[in-house]
């Protein structure tokens, strides 16, 4: 069974940068995994930022962006808001199933 | 505007089946793939199905057998039917989109609780 696995929880400071990562149990993540990250809120459903490891949708804030890094899918929250306050989630694709990381709680303090 | 619109939750016994339906609205519903997801609440998501615009069908291992995932592209419509339901089953049921190059997903419902418990 493959696992996805992202930090539970990262704390940032207002106006810092923080990146969030998201790794595979069956090793590299690579763009063929079409890396995909979701923002979700208390009550809401959730919202996707980032398609393919690095593609914005047309809603998304320009201070996130995604990649590829060290083998792994990352999110990267640039001049951090109050706002960006919430659980975040990773999706990758293998051949056909997708798998959802565990999310990390990011916090802004 | 996207529109993606859940229903057919609510309480049922375990053991039941139940149909959940959603409706799309705002783009062209057959050129796209659909997914479901879940989630427990207080817990992450977890994808449950897709369906891609040629109806090729995916499950993970841990629902297949039990969750059959259909469209009907007249009726701008995919559902999910859940047999044997569990307690294990409880969740925020969402409906949402595939992007056009299969590369993920972009637009989400507001999802339709289903509750399994006797």
């Known amino acids: 069974q493959t696992v996805v696995t992202q930090e539970p929880s990262l704390t940032v400071s207002p106006g810092g940068t923080v990146t969030l990562t998201c790794a595979s149990s069956t090793g590299a993540v690579t763009n063929d995994n079409y890396p995909n990250w979701f923002q979700q809120k208390p009550g809401q459903a959730p919202r996707a930022l980032v398609y393919?490891?690095?593609n914005k949708h047309s809603w998304t804030p320009a201070q996130f962006s995604g990649s590829l890094l060290g083998g792994k899918a990352a999110l990267t929250l640039s001049g951090v808001q109050p706002e960006d306050e919430a659980e975040y989630y990773c999706l990758l694709h293998y051949g056909g199933a997708w798998v959802f990381g565990g999310g990390t709680k990011l916090t802004v303090l | 505007e996207v529109q993606l619109v859940e229903s057919g939750g609510g309480l049922a016994q375990p053991g039941e089946s139940l149909r959940l339906s959603c409706v799309a609205s705002?783009?062209?519903?057959?050129?796209?793939?659909m997914h479901w997801v879940r989630q427990v609440t207080g817990k992450g998501l977890e994808w449950v199905a897709d369906?891609?615009?040629?109806?090729?069908?995916h499950y993970p291992g841990s629902v297949r057998g039990r969750f059959t995932i259909s469209r009907e592209d007249g009726k701008n419509s995919v559902y999910l039917q859940i047999n044997s339901l569990t307690a294990g089953d409880t969740a925020v049921y969402y409906c949402a989109r595939g992007t056009k190059a299969v590369a993920g997903v972009d637009y989400w419902g507001q999802g339709t609780l289903v509750t399994v418990s006797s």
């Open positions: 705002g783009f062209t519903f057959r050129d796209y793939g």
């Open positions: 369906i891609t615009s040629a109806g090729v069908i």
């Open positions: 393919s490891a690095s």
